[in-house]
C-alpha cells in the first residue's frame, strides 16, 4: 500500500471555511453521522453540512446538552452515545442499524485532550479509548450501515508529533504525561484512516484542523494557555489560530471532495493532502512518518480489535 502524501492543490488554504470548501456540492439525501457533532469543530462541521443539504445525525454522551446545541438546526437527530463505554456504542449501533439507515460520511470528531489519568472501561488509559478505541469499536459495529463509498473522516491533530504508539506500554501503567497519553491517541487516529481504507467499499482520511480554541481545552488553565501563547492577555486566540468554521473545513473537504476519489489513507491539513512533516514545530504542522506507516496502521487494528473483541472488516 503507498499512501500519497503531499498537496494535490485543492484551491483551498488554512483560511478556507467549511462552507467554502462545500461551494457547488449539493449533500440533499445524504446522511452523515459526526460524533460529537454539536460543539466546537463538530457543529460547525454539522451546521456547513445541513446548509449544504444533509441530514446530519449527531451521537452524544449528554443528549440533553446536544438538543439544546442544535436547536433550530433542521435536518438533526441526537442519539444518545458515550464512547466510553462499548455497551453504549453496542446498544446504540444496534438501534441505529434496525432503522435501515445507510450513512455516507462519517465524522470521528469527539475527543478528549489533557484528561487527568484514568484507566476506564476493561483499563484503558482514557485519551486512547475515547479518542481512538471508541471510534474503532463504533466503525466497527456500524459497517452494515455504510454505504458502498462511504467516506470516514478521522480528526487526528500535529499533536500525533508527541508520540508514536507506545507499543509496550500503550495504558501508560508506568510514568503517565497527559500531553504524550494525547498524541498517542491521535497518531492512533492517523492510523486508524490508513488501514480503514485498505477495505473495499470504503475511504477513509485523517484530518488536522488546524490551532482552534474549542471546548476540548477545557481542562487547561488559563494561565497554562498563556504561557503556551494560544491566547492574548485579553484571552482572545492567539494570531495563527482559527476560528471553528475554519477548523472544521478540512474534515469538511475530506468527507465530500471529489478531488480525493483517487486517494485514501491519507492525513490532511489546511483543506489540502499534508506534505510530510519537515520540522517538529507542530504549528506548522505536517504528518510524521509513524502517523502514515502502513505496517503501524495494520499492527494497531490488530491491537484494538483484540482490545474491543471486534473487527467486523477482516472476518
Aim: with cysteine; hydrophobic share 40%.
Amino acid at each position: 500500500m503507498t499512501i500519497t502524501q503531499h498537496k494535490i492543490g485543492s484551491g483551498f488554504g488554512a483560511h478556507s471555511t467549511a462552507d467554502d470548501v462545500l461551494t457547488g456540492i449539493d449533500l440533499s439525501g445524504r446522511y452523515v453521522l459526526i460524533t460529537g457533532g454539536y460543539s466546537g469543530l463538530g457543529l460547525a462541521a454539522t451546521s456547513a453540512l445541513i446548509r449544504a443539504g444533509a441530514h446530519v445525525i449527531v451521537p452524544a454522551r449528554r443528549p440533553a446538552a446536544a438538543t439544546e446545541a442544535l436547536r433550530g438546526i433542521p435536518r438533526t437527530e441526537v442519539w444518545e452515545l458515550d464512547l466510553a463505554d462499548l455497551g453504549s456504542i453496542r446498544t446504540f449501533s444496534d438501534k441505529f442499524l434496525e432503522t435501515g439507515t445507510s450513512l455516507d460520511i462519517v465524522l470521528a470528531n469527539a475527543g478528549v485532550m489533557a484528561h487527568p489519568y484514568d484507566l476506564i472501561g476493561p483499563g484503558w488509559e482514557a485519551h486512547l479509548a475515547i479518542n481512538h478505541l471508541g471510534h474503532y469499536a463504533l466503525i466497527n459495529r456500524l459497517r452494515p450501515a455504510l454505504s458502498q463509498g462511504a467516506r470516514v473522516v478521522s480528526v487526528a491533530s500535529s499533536g500525533h508529533f508527541l508520540s508514536d504508539i507506545r507499543w509496550d506500554d500503550p495504558h501508560f501503567r508506568r510514568g503517565y504525561d497527559h500531553w504524550v497519553a494525547y498524541g498517542q491517541s491521535k497518531t492512533a487516529n492517523a492510523l486508524f484512516a490508513v488501514h480503514l481504507d485498505t477495505f473495499d467499499g470504503v475511504r477513509a482520511f485523517a484530518v488536522h484542523p488546524g490551532s482552534i480554541l474549542t471546548p476540548l481545552q477545557r481542562r487547561i488553565p488559563r494561565e497554562q494557555q498563556l504561557a503556551q501563547g494560544w491566547i492574548t492577555p485579553e484571552g482572545r486566540p492567539a494570531d495563527g489560530f482559527k476560528t471553528p468554521e475554519q477548523g472544521a473545513a478540512t474534515a469538511v473537504w475530506a468527507a465530500t471532495s471529489p478531488l480525493l476519489d483517487a486517494y485514501g489513507g491519507a492525513y490532511c491539513q489546511d483543506c489540502d493532502i499534508a506534505d510530510p512533516a519537515a520540522t517538529d514545530d507542530m504549528l506548522i504542522g505536517g504528518v510524521k512518518p509513524w502517523a502514515t506507516d502502513p505496517g503501524s496502521a495494520a499492527r494497531l487494528w490488530t491491537l484494538s480489535a483484540e482490545l474491543t473483541d471486534l473487527d467486523t472488516f477482516t472476518t
